[in-house]
């Protein structure tokens, strides 16, 4: 197939890269002159404008694929090439939107007969070699028209066991991408999951600064130990019942530095921590965990501890995430992140 990416950011040009290792053809744009030049050696296809890819990607329907940052600047995007497209052409958006955008941009767009599709994209700076797990919303007829692209991404079966009972769903939740419902499904869903995440984070953290502190000059002397943090996340993920891949990423930082003072503790959050706090108030869900995890986030940012680096250390580890700079998500126009930041 043949589409079009704009945004060549940490995902977006790894995905455009996943993309053509499997024989598809990416028309790329960013506004960095130097991005487009590094995919072109790759052998993707540069355009120099929105309206230069769209002429590259031929006839319908063409799709666009926008790896941005959340709120105004995938707006002015999705405004930008309205215009441009027409009826049976695609726009995905693979970042981070808030839900409720894509359900109004679906019914604006729906208007000209052009079908918006939004997709939950998590993998990080890994995901060129362990691919992308997608959560998508959208028209089942676009999603069936893109699943060569949704497969390329995907991580494919690899060696996970197959959950007993699953034999006769659907199989490409298998493989790493899910069709979760209507227009806004998808970031709803990765809503979720990456406030599920920040819980996840947040366990971990405390449990690693507890273990840190057994040997302070508070406690009895007779009961304290200096415990070696590296070989516990080390031996946890042989075989434990809280082995993860962030516990991977989190034994690894700890290797190289096993006091991580490379780390500041200041740690940020983007929208979807806000988000699925704000929908469990909505639906009236006690969210206890994920609301504290959220908050912990705004007070690192006050005091840093050990559990802080902690949290810092693997959000470098998934997404090269460089704590102070980024911006500090404050609404609905997170306009600071660079390109393509999830």
């Given at each position: 197939?043949?589409?079009?990416?704009?945004?060549?950011?940490?995902m977006?040009?790894?995905?455009?890269r996943?993309?053509?290792?499997?024989?598809?053809?990416?028309?790329?744009?960013?506004?960095?002159?130097?991005?487009r030049?590094?995919?072109?050696?790759?052998?993707?296809?540069?355009?120099?404008?929105?309206?230069?890819?769209?002429?590259?990607?031929?006839?319908?329907?063409?799709?666009?694929?926008?790896?941005?940052?959340?709120?105004?600047?995938?707006?002015?995007m999705?405004?930008?090439?309205?215009?441009?497209?027409?009826?049976?052409?695609?726009i995905?958006?693979?970042?981070?939107?808030f839900?409720?955008?894509?359900?109004?941009?679906?019914?604006?767009?729906?208007?000209?007969?052009?079908?918006?599709?939004?997709?939950?994209?998590?993998?990080?700076?890994?995901?060129l070699?362990?691919?992308?797990?997608?959560?998508?919303?959208?028209?089942?007829?676009a999603?069936?028209?893109?699943?060569?692209?949704?497969?390329?991404?995907?991580?494919?079966?690899?060696?996970?066991?197959?959950?007993?009972?699953?034999?006769?769903?659907?199989?490409?939740?298998?493989?790493?991408?899910?069709?979760?419902?209507?227009?806004?499904?998808?970031?709803?869903?990765?809503?979720?999951?990456?406030?599920?995440?920040?819980?996840?984070?947040?366990?971990?953290?405390?449990?690693?600064?507890?273990?840190?502190?057994?040997?302070?000059?508070?406690?009895?002397?007779?009961?304290?130990?200096?415990?070696?943090?590296?070989?516990?996340?080390?031996?946890?993920?042989?075989?434990?019942?809280?082995?993860?891949?962030?516990?991977?990423?989190?034994?690894?930082?700890?290797?190289?530095?096993?006091?991580?003072?490379?780390?500041?503790?200041?740690?940020?959050?983007?929208?979807?921590?806000?988000?699925?706090v704000?929908?469990?108030?909505?639906?009236?869900?006690?969210?206890?965990?994920?609301?504290?995890?959220?908050f912990?986030?705004?007070?690192?940012?006050q005091?840093?501890?050990?559990?802080?680096?902690?949290?810092?250390?693997?959000?470098?580890?998934?997404?090269?995430?460089?704590?102070?700079?980024?911006?500090?998500?404050?609404?609905?126009?997170?306009?600071?992140?660079?390109?393509?930041?999830?």
């Amino acid at each position: 197939m043949r589409i079009g990416m704009i945004g060549l950011g940490r995902m977006g040009g790894n995905m455009t890269r996943r993309l053509m290792k499997a024989g598809h053809a990416c028309v790329v744009y960013s506004r960095n002159a130097g991005s487009r030049a590094k995919l072109a050696l790759d052998g993707a296809i540069p355009a120099g404008s929105t309206a230069d890819l769209v002429e590259a990607l031929g006839p319908a329907p063409r799709t666009v694929w926008l790896m941005l940052p959340a709120g105004a600047v995938t707006e002015a995007m999705v405004d930008q090439l309205a215009p441009l497209l027409g009826a049976g052409d695609i726009i995905v958006d693979g970042g981070n939107s808030f839900y409720k955008d894509d359900i109004r941009r679906a019914r604006t767009l729906a208007e000209k007969g052009i079908r918006y599709v939004d997709c939950g994209t998590s993998g990080g700076i890994w995901g060129l070699e362990r691919g992308y797990c997608m959560m998508i919303g959208g028209p089942k007829a676009a999603i069936d028209h893109l699943d060569p692209i949704f497969a390329a991404l995907a991580p494919g079966l690899g060696d996970i066991p197959r959950t007993p009972g699953r034999e006769d769903g659907d199989p490409r939740v298998e493989r790493g991408y899910l069709h979760a419902g209507p227009s806004g499904a998808g970031h709803f869903v990765k809503m979720v999951h990456n406030g599920i995440e920040y819980g996840l984070m947040q366990a971990y953290a405390e449990g690693f600064d507890i273990l840190r502190n057994k040997d302070s000059k508070d406690l009895p002397e007779g009961e304290r130990f200096t415990l070696a943090l590296p070989d516990i996340a080390e031996v946890w993920r042989r075989g434990s019942v809280i082995s993860s891949w962030l516990l991977d990423l989190g034994a690894a930082a700890l290797v190289k530095d096993p006091q991580l003072r490379g780390f500041s503790g200041f740690v940020q959050d983007s929208g979807e921590g806000r988000w699925t706090v704000e929908a469990a108030i909505e639906e009236a869900v006690p969210a206890e965990v994920l609301t504290t995890a959220l908050f912990a986030r705004f007070r690192s940012r006050q005091v840093h501890t050990f559990g802080e680096k902690m949290l810092s250390a693997m959000r470098f580890g998934f997404g090269g995430h460089v704590e102070g700079a980024e911006a500090i998500y404050a609404g609905a126009d997170p306009t600071g992140p660079p390109e393509g930041k999830q």
